[in-house]
């Protein structure tokens, strides 16, 4: 009974539980000014509205709001999250940003609905696409 315990404690979280994680780990990354710990979820081959962002666009505009913003928050909506066999996932959400020079009040925030793909790589998920309005 004990080894059985043992391995049940060590087994791996669900598939949605570990995309749920890696969302709020992008989340805290950039609410801690960490593009390096957001981009590392994003895959190599990632397209952003249907081709206007790739990557390297992506990580440069993420770069330009963390200078121009001391503290940024990430408000996240409930996930919409849908399993596409075992290592592809769609995922909706709708997300408040804010951003300021660390006053009472945010100088500016943003209503955002992101729609992405996910893909399972190496045991980790990665984003592979997104689109956002």
Known sequence: MLVLALL???SRAPAE???RDTVAA???AV???GSAGFMRHV???FSGNHGD???QRLQATLRGVMLRYRNIGVLLGPLAVTLHGEDRATVGVDVLITGGAGGLLPESGQRLRIESGWRQEDGDWR???ATWQ
Do not use: F, K, P, W
């Open 43 to 45: 895959s190599a081959d």
């Open 127 to 129: 984003c592979i696409s």
């Open 53 to 55: 962002y790739d990557r």
């Open 26 to 28: 992008m989340e805290a």
């Open 17 to 19: 539980q570990r995309l």
């Open 31 to 33: 609410e801690s000014g």
């Open 8 to 10: 049940a404690g060590c």
